[in-house]
């Protein structure tokens, strides 16, 4: 079985399909996030964000925009290869990547009916005032414990103690 490409978009590209889905009257739901080793808690997260209407784009952080926020060592995995892992997902129909801090452009650009971020973003949706101007909704999504990249590289850490494993 072949793995097709994902569908990597421009953020021009991505407001297009919007406006094909509006003018069907269905929704394009938008979410963000670096998804650098993909785990239980991403998987579920872009399920339930896929569910809230009838696409999905993910807007990913580029290289360096990761590095800026989480530090010289991350990502784990580079853009081309988190933009392919995430595209192959089910509940994913496109990606689009962004090399600001955040993805407020990005979201202006789009303009999707649904902005979905994580409960522990709750103190601040970046992109939320210019998708409720528009009429959007912004719908926070319950995290499941225990489950982070950050907790994912610890384990590795204290399993493997910087050695590398056989796989």
């Known amino acids: 079985m072949k793995i097709s490409e994902p569908k990597v978009l421009s953020a021009e590209e991505c407001r297009v399909e919007r406006d094909r889905l509006a003018a069907e009257g269905k929704k394009l739901v938008f979410t963000n996030g670096s998804f650098d080793i993909i785990h239980r808690g991403h998987v579920t997260y872009l399920s ?11 807007g990913l952080n580029t290289d360096a925009s990761v ?9 784990i995995n580079n853009e081309e290869d988190r933009a392919f892992v995430l595209g192959s997902l089910r509940s994913v129909n496109y990606v689009v990547l962004f090399d600001e801090d955040e993805p407020k452009e990005l979201i202006a650009k789009i303009l999707p009916q649904i902005l979905v971020k ?8 970046s992109g939320r005032e210019v998708v409720e101007a528009n009429g959007g ?15 994912t590289i610890d384990r590795i850490i204290q399993v ?8």
């Open 48 to 58: 339930f964000a896929r569910n809230l209407g009838d696409a999905l784009v993910v």
């Open 67 to 75: 590095r800026r926020y989480k530090g010289d060592n991350r990502p």
């Open 118 to 125: 994580g409960s522990d973003w709750a103190h601040y949706v």
């Open 137 to 151: 909704e912004v719908v926070l999504a319950d995290m499941v414990e225990g489950r982070s990249t950050t907790n």
């Open 160 to 167: 493997y103690g910087g050695a590398a494993g056989n796989g």
